[in-house]
């Protein structure tokens, strides 16, 4: 039995230490619970449900205040892209000026 023991005696599993590259071990959470940076700014993640629950968010970010120069910004665009729009098509502009 001493002879065939080297070919008929069964391997055993090596063990080896693992760790991800990026793993946080100061308690920050699961390293592999892949979470979107912004969940917690967003307002329709985990709302309720319902006719109800619905209207309520939408009059809740109504009331919300925005950004004033981002809304004179779109304005800005909006407004440029109109005026290259009717440009394109070649719309007069002389019928909204007094002669």
Known sequence: ???LS???RLKRN??????PRYYDDKGKGNP?????KFDQFRS????PRGIKGKFGNA??????EGDRNLKIRMLVIVGILVLIVLFI???DLSIFFPK
């Open 1 to 3: 039995m001493g002879m």
């Open 6 to 8: 080297k070919f008929t």
């Open 14 to 19: 090596k063990k080896f230490e693992y760790s």
């Open 32 to 36: 592999f619970k892949i979470e979107p």
């Open 44 to 47: 329709t993640l985990n709302s």
């Open 59 to 64: 009059m809740a970010d109504m009331r919300r």
């Open 89 to 91: 098509l070649d719309f």
